[in-house]
């Protein structure tokens, strides 16, 4: 999925370019953290199929190198944040909110 192999490149670049002395801060604009994940394209795969199964290996993946990154990992929740969003922000060693 591409949002996936967005991430995965993203967190490539912060693992080859970090120095040692930092920590990874993810964020979003506007009202909405994360809407979650795309729960109409998954509900139109065959249940159990090997899309269904591609999708969800690919984002336990994300999630599990997310708990293990090798710097503290913040999520800056700025607004709303739904089902797989949440679970992206809760994979995070800390997670911080906007009061507004």
């Not at 967190?11 to 506007?30: F, P, Q, R, Y």
Request: aromatic letters at 12%; glycine letters at 8%; one cysteine or more.
């Amino acid at each position: 999925p591409a949002f996936i192999n967005a991430i995965n490149e993203a967190l490539n670049t912060v693992e080859a370019e970090s120095d040692g002395d930092c920590c990874l801060v993810t964020t979003s604009s506007g009202k909405f953290y994360s809407n979650g994940l795309d729960l109409q394209w998954l509900s139109q795969q065959e249940m159990g199929g090997e899309n269904q199964q591609l999708f969800m290996k690919s984002y336990h993946a994300l999630l599990l190198r997310l708990l293990t990154f090798p710097m503290p990992t913040i999520a800056a929740i700025n607004g709303h944040v739904f089902a797989g969003g949440w679970l992206f922000a809760l994979a995070h060693d800390y997670r911080v909110m906007n009061t507004e």
